[in-house]
């Protein structure tokens, strides 16, 4: 069974970076798709950023130039470094291990940007 555990977040000023990780267990299969999501209690979850099994990624506007994805060689790790942060950064982020028809998610990491 897949499980994703993550990992990285926490306490940090304005303009502090965090790095958060997931790796995923279970498995030795391919993901089409892994990512990070973020949840606070004035929004619903939304898509931070995502990286393809192709490699190719994609960002939320508020975070591009500030956020970055990446992922290791073997594919079951998925990494987020976000620079430069704001308080309305604020939120649980959660990872996201897509392939055909299921959409695998971890139990979320709080990130709390505040001085």
């Known amino acids: 069974q897949v499980q994703l555990v993550e990992s990285g977040g926490g306490l940090v000023q304005p303009g502090g970076s965090l790095r958060l990780s997931c790796v995923a267990s279970?498995?030795?299969?391919?993901?089409?798709?892994m990512g990070w999501y973020r949840q606070s209690p004035e929004k619903q979850r939304e898509l931070v950023a995502n990286?393809?099994?192709?490699?190719?990624?994609n960002y939320a506007d508020d975070v591009k130039g500030r956020f970055s994805i990446s992922r290791d060689t073997v594919g079951n790790t998925v990494y987020l470094q976000m620079n430069s942060l704001k308080p309305e950064d604020t939120a649980v982020y959660y990872c996201?291990?897509?392939?055909?028809?299921?959409?695998?998610w971890g139990q979320g990491t709080q990130v709390t940007v505040s001085s």
């Open positions: 996201s291990f897509v392939r055909p028809g299921r959409n695998f």
């Open positions: 279970g498995t030795t299969l391919p993901f089409s798709a």
């Open positions: 990286i393809l099994r192709t490699g190719v990624t």
